[in-house]
């Protein structure tokens, strides 16, 4: 399986890979977990120790307005990324808070629902429920 590389990713969109920027894309790409800034954060800093949050921050903020990754609003208390960018929805268990990726057949149809001239930019499809784990 040829899976992306982040350097591509970044280069695709138009953004320069800065070292810091092609790390926390790879991330993305290696943690399909939907993690935090702190998650991040936590896991690039001891291999990067002049990393500092404001960085992760900044750098996804660039990577999800260019859309190189999805911000997912699951959370009310903190913004979570996926580096799967592809459409699909997510199920989020209300008792561990574990989040994984829902692809379901045809969900292309999902962007035919629009008001009249408005541009869709942002679809969540958020299923919640307890998981097999928790029940």
């Known amino acids: 399986m040829i899976t992306e590389s982040a350097i591509d990713r970044l280069m695709t969109i138009g953004i320069k890979p800065s070292l810091q920027r092609v790390a926390i894309m790879q991330y993305l790409l ?3 977990t939907h993690p935090t800034v702190d998650e991040i954060y936590s896991g690039l800093q001891p291999n990067m120790p002049t990393l500092s949050r404001t960085t992760v921050y900044n750098t ?3 990577l999800s307005e260019k859309g190189a990754v999805l911000t997912l609003d699951i959370d009310k208390n903190q913004s979570r990324y996926d580096g799967n960018i ?3 929805g ?3 268990c ?3 808070g574990h989040i994984e ?3 379901i057949e045809q969900l292309d149809f999902l962007k035919q629902f629009h008001p009249d001239g408005a541009e869709i930019r942002d679809v969540q499809l958020l ?3 307890v998981c097999k ?3």
């Open 60 to 62: 996804l903020k660039l």
């Open 94 to 96: 209300t008792k561990c």
């Open 133 to 135: 784990n928790c029940k």
């Open 101 to 103: 990726d829902l692809f």
């Open 30 to 32: 290696d943690n399909r």
């Open 90 to 92: 997510h199920f989020l």
């Open 127 to 129: 299923y919640k429920g």
């Open 86 to 88: 592809s459409l699909h």
